[in-house]
């Protein structure tokens, strides 16, 4: 699997599926699948069985995976969906910049 360039806590854009179009941050990443769960994206209803934790079950809402190449990266500074390059800085670490403005995503 390919190296994903969307982190936790990204800003992205949706590109294709149910959802396209909508802006939200990433909850999580998955790079060994290539997948996000991306907030109140691909909203899908799960049954739940009764436990201790939750006597009654019933049917609840979660946000589920979506594949990372449906989303693209929201640039902070000029707020466009962007791909990203990844350069080095003085120190020798490695900084996302945007593909578009040319300016560090990461600080």
């Known amino acids: 699997m390919a190296k994903m360039n969307i982190k936790k806590g990204d800003k992205v854009k949706v590109l294709a599926g149910k959802d396209k179009g909508k802006e939200a941050s990433v909850l999580r990443a998955y790079p060994e699948t290539g997948r996000v769960i991306v ?61 578009k403005c040319n300016r560090p995503i990461d600080k």
């Open 39 to 99: 907030e109140r994206v691909n909203v899908v209803k799960k049954a739940l069985r009764p436990t201790q934790k939750n006597p009654q079950g019933g049917i609840s809402t979660i946000e589920a995976p979506i594949h990372v190449s449906n989303v693209a990266l929201v640039c902070p500074s000029c707020k466009e969906a962007t791909r990203i390059s990844i350069q080095r800085n003085e120190e020798n670490r490695k900084i996302r910049f945007c593909k």
